[in-house]
């Protein structure tokens, strides 16, 4: 099993920058692709950016060029640096990982972006 505990959300204004951390704990190694995830007020959750165990990455079309996704084998994290933050970036944020047979989910960090 993995368990993942996400950490760095808060309120910043817009323009600013946060940087959101995943831990992961358990069978790290089974990992394949790990990802974030966030769900607007409202809206349907959605696929921010993801990240291969080689490295590979996708982001989507709303944070591309603004936002950064990346692994630290030796801490066992996943990191998403969020730049010039916009009020619509308010969502709460996840932190997703694939074992193949199973999907291991954060609680969520709420992100939230002033204008």
């Known amino acids: 099993q993995v368990q993942l505990v996400e950490s760095g959300g808060g309120l910043v204004q817009a323009g600013g920058s946060l940087r959101l951390s995943c831990a992961a704990s358990g069978n790290t190694v089974s990992i394949n692709t790990m990802a974030w995830y966030r769900q607007p007020p409202g809206k349907q959750r959605e696929l921010v950016a993801k990240i291969s165990r080689g490295g590979s990455t996708n982001y989507a079309d709303s944070v591309k060029g603004r936002f950064t996704i990346s692994r630290d084998s030796a801490k066992d994290t996943v990191d998403l640096e969020m730049n010039s933050l916009k009020p619509e970036d308010t969502a709460v944020y996840f932190c997703?990982?694939?074992?193949?047979?199973?999907?291991?989910w954060g609680q969520g960090t709420q992100v939230a972006v002033s204008s």
């Open positions: 997703h990982a694939d074992l193949g047979w199973y999907d291991s």
